[in-house]
């Protein structure tokens, strides 16, 4: 069976400091992997998308780059922090032709820019 | 891109009572997906649905793909207080590969 991985789980960084969070999906081949932000519990805006290796699809303009070293690994990314980064971020993968596919999601990274 | 309007936005309810909350959208979808959340957690999957018209359970959980396409809606049954949580719609786009959500709709149970 797939699973999905993200690490860490909280994290505390200043504000300028650089930002990698981690998501590994086991037990699938060519998946396609997400971003997602989650503000105050609520609203899931899609940060990155990726179908490939190297092939990344940013949605929103921002602080933040993705990265896509291995098949099913994909990697979030920021040089300088800012306040406003903080907030809760979930992986995703989903297989097969998106349009009659749905989305896992993994248990999230809640981040806090102080 | 496809919006979709999810009602109501919370809810409060007592503890053995049946909850209802819809999903629309402007635009057809060929999947409906219902996923629950539990605090500081990711979404989980609970229903999807790949067929106008179709009914499908999950348990005390039955969610709906509307006729026109255009919408579903997800009934939990005698509610429990573990029915606490965010509960998302969404579907995936017809092209591309984005996955668009609903708002969301807050269940809170009180025992």
């Known amino acids: 069976s797939q699973t999905i991985h993200q690490w860490p789980a909280t994290l505390v960084q200043p504000v300028g400091s650089p930002l990698s969070l981690e998501c590994t999906v086991e037990g ?8 997602y932000r989650q503000a105050a519990g609520r609203g899931l805006q899609l940060l990155f998308y990726s179908v490939g290796i190297g092939q990344i699809s940013s949605e929103v303009p921002q602080n933040l780059s993705a990265s896509r070293p291995q098949d099913r690994q994909f990697i979030l990314s920021s040089k300088k922090l ?3 980064d903080s907030g809760f971020y979930l992986c995703a993968w989903s297989e097969g032709l998106v349009a ?15 | ?10 809810m409060f ?25 539990d605090p ?20 005390r959980l039955t969610a709906q793909f509307g006729i026109t396409r255009k919408d579903s809606f997800l009934n939990i049954s ?10 998302f719609c969404a579907g995936p786009a017809n092209t591309g590969n984005q996955f668009y959500f609903g708002t969301g709709t807050s269940l809170t149970v009180i025992p």
């Open chain 1, 100 to 114: 009659f596919g749905s989305l896992h999601f993994g248990n999230g990274t809640r981040l806090t820019v102080t």
């Open chain 1, 82 to 84: 800012l306040l406003s």
């Open chain 2, 40 to 59: 500081g957690e990711g979404p989980v999957l609970l229903i999807a649905l790949y067929k106008a018209g179709e009914l499908t359970s999950n348990g």
């Open chain 2, 13 to 37: 309810i007592q503890e053995g009572e049946d909850v209802s909350m819809n999903c629309t959208s402007s635009s057809i979808f060929n999947t409906w997906l219902w996923y629950k959340q």
């Open chain 2, 78 to 87: 005698a509610s429990i207080p573990s029915d606490v949580g965010i509960y």
């Open chain 1, 28 to 35: 699938t081949s060519n998946p396609n992997l997400y971003w």
């Open chain 2, 1 to 10: 891109g496809q919006q979709l309007n999810q009602s109501p936005q919370s």
